[in-house]
């Protein structure tokens, strides 16, 4: 079983940046299309940005301030934050191993993914 774990989470200004990774515990095939996703109280988590095979799919909220990319030879999955709201306040997931097809409305759906990491908090201030 695959074992995902998240860094990099923090409390930042309005406009400031962060990286989060997400390092799996063994290579599988399962990390072909993974995924980030986020969660405030009381709402359902939310898909933020995804990767397969080199396609990436991103959230219309964060298009052009966020940027997804992974690390194979380290096992690691990022997320480059940059120009960061208030509103990207939240509990960041790091997802693996989708099932069915991976495509441009399929990413988001978080029922699809077998494996989660703990979570990481962002918070970001006015």
């Known amino acids: 079983q695959v074992q995902l774990l998240e860094s990099g989470g923090g409390s930042v200004q309005a406009g400031g940046s962060l990286r989060l990774s997400c390092v799996a515990s063994?290579?599988?095939?399962?990390?072909?299309?993974m995924a980030w996703f986020r969660q405030t109280p009381g709402n359902e988590r939310e898909g933020v940005a995804s990767i397969s095979s080199g396609t990436t799919y991103y959230a219309d909220s964060v298009k052009g301030r966020f940027t997804i990319s992974q690390d194979n030879a380290k096992n690691t999955l990022y997320l480059q934050m940059n120009s960061l709201k208030p509103e990207d306040t939240a509990i960041y997931y790091c997802a693996a191993d989708f099932v069915g097809r991976f495509d441009g409305t399929n990413w988001l759906r978080a029922q699809r993914y077998n494996y989660w990491g703990q979570g990481t908090q962002v918070t970001v201030s006015s």
């Open positions: 063994e290579y599988s095939d399962s990390r072909r299309s």
